[in-house]
């Protein structure tokens, strides 16, 4: 009897069919995400009963979702971030869990890169100027010479580095357990959050979310900003206080955003009516590389799994 294969991505397999092939050529038999969405949990609860495995997208699976499915006992979380699984939850149910951690890197790195160059030059409220017939030049600024603050400086935060290097920027770096070779190889300052909130024209996030992370970048931490500092989240959500940050853009309109990742998601809160906030709705794996690259990652974890 062949194994069955829920996978919960929205787009499992639309950019190259390689990784729904490969397993099914391994003998699984393979269900698609039927809603093309991100899964509620009920909608979890509904659809996993009955699988022995999954490729997970970022719906939640908690104890609630996983206990309803106790067939279920492999799931890969397609992409690096896992906040959305409970591992206490997975432990006890004896589900091992996996994910792809290194496809995504260039993905988000080189969003994070686009998302800085577009907001500041205002790109994209140049763009929808003219789409309303409303022909007027945003004055901007030039990313040579900047200082960038990266909190994270693990695959992600090592790759913008490197593609930010012909910026000549002064790149600032605060980690939990940083590389410290690295850093110095790179001249990078290694530095507090707090000296990071006072030095830096852009900070940019590239942490995992979890309890200790959640709420970072704060009112106080704001408080201590430039008041033009550019703010960067193509990580995940939740690390940013959003109320904060609406609050410190409101105040500071020389002051910038560009985030990918939000809290709830889809997002459509206030942060939307701000001239000086560009937004993107977590896109940073969505380019067909990436994703062909992730899924081929994830298929071949699901393979491995159940040959042992």
């Given at each position: 009897m062949?194994?069955?294969?829920?996978?919960?991505?929205?787009?499992?397999?639309?950019v190259?069919?390689?990784?729904?092939?490969?397993?099914?050529?391994?003998?699984?038999?393979?269900?698609?995400?039927?809603?093309g969405?991100?899964?509620?949990?009920?909608e979890?609860?509904?659809?996993?009963?009955?699988?022995?495995?999954?490729?997970?997208?970022?719906?939640?699976?908690?104890?609630?979702v996983?206990?309803?499915a106790?067939?279920?006992?492999y799931?890969?979380?397609l992409g690096a971030?896992?906040?959305?699984v409970?591992?206490?939850?997975?432990?006890?149910?004896?589900?091992?869990?996996?994910n792809t951690p290194?496809?995504?890197i260039?993905g988000?790195?080189?969003?994070?890169?686009g998302?800085?160059?577009?907001?500041?030059?205002s790109?994209?409220?140049?763009?929808?100027n003219?789409t309303?017939?409303?022909?007027?030049?945003?004055m901007?600024?030039?990313?040579?010479?900047?200082?960038?603050?990266i909190?994270?400086l693990?695959?992600?935060?090592?790759?913008?580095?490197?593609?930010?290097?012909?910026?000549?920027?002064?790149?600032?770096?605060?980690?939990l357990?940083?590389?410290k070779?690295?850093?110095?190889?790179?001249n990078?300052?290694?530095?507090s959050?707090?000296?990071?909130?006072a030095?830096?024209?852009?900070?940019?996030?590239?942490?995992?979310f979890?309890?200790?992370?959640?709420?970072?970048?704060n009112?106080?931490?704001?408080?201590k900003a430039?008041?033009?500092?550019?703010?960067?989240?193509?990580?995940r959500?939740g690390?940013?206080?959003?109320?904060a940050?609406?609050?410190f853009?409101?105040?500071?309109?020389?002051?910038?955003?560009?985030?990918?990742t939000?809290e709830?998601?889809?997002?459509?809160?206030p942060?939307c009516?701000?001239?000086?906030?560009?937004?993107?709705?977590?896109?940073?794996?969505y380019a067909?590389e990436?994703?062909v690259?992730?899924?081929?990652e994830?298929?071949?974890?699901?393979?491995?799994?159940?040959?042992?």
């Amino acid at each position: 009897m062949a194994y069955r294969i829920l996978t919960t991505s929205s787009s499992f397999g639309k950019v190259d069919p390689k990784p729904l092939e490969m397993l099914k050529e391994a003998g699984f038999e393979v269900v698609l995400n039927p809603h093309g969405r991100k899964l509620t949990i009920e909608e979890s609860k509904e659809l996993m009963p009955g699988f022995d495995g999954m490729i997970a997208g970022t719906e939640k699976l908690n104890h609630e979702v996983l206990s309803a499915a106790p067939s279920v006992k492999y799931l890969c979380r397609l992409g690096a971030g896992m906040d959305s699984v409970d591992f206490d939850a997975a432990d006890a149910l004896q589900v091992k869990v996996e994910n792809t951690p290194s496809a995504h890197i260039d993905g988000v790195a080189e969003l994070t890169l686009g998302g800085i160059l577009s907001s500041l030059r205002s790109i994209a409220t140049a763009h929808a100027n003219m789409t309303t017939g409303l022909w007027k030049k945003p004055m901007g600024s030039l990313l040579a010479r900047k200082i960038i603050g990266i909190i994270g400086l693990g695959q992600v935060g090592k790759r913008l580095v490197e593609l930010t290097a012909p910026f000549k920027v002064k790149v600032l770096a605060y980690d939990l357990s940083p590389d410290k070779a690295f850093a110095e190889a790179n001249n990078i300052d290694l530095v507090s959050l707090d000296d990071m909130a006072a030095q830096a024209d852009i900070i940019t996030l590239h942490v995992p979310f979890m309890k200790e992370s959640k709420g970072l970048i704060n009112a106080d931490f704001l408080s201590k900003a430039k008041p033009n500092l550019m703010m960067v989240n193509a990580s995940r959500g939740g690390l940013i206080d959003e109320e904060a940050l609406f609050s410190f853009l409101n105040e500071n309109q020389k002051a910038s955003a560009y985030l990918d990742t939000f809290e709830s998601e889809p997002y459509n809160g206030p942060l939307c009516s701000l001239d000086n906030c560009t937004l993107t709705p977590h896109i940073g794996s969505y380019a067909s590389e990436v994703r062909v690259n992730m899924e081929t990652e994830a298929a071949q974890n699901v393979i491995n799994h159940f040959s042992k």
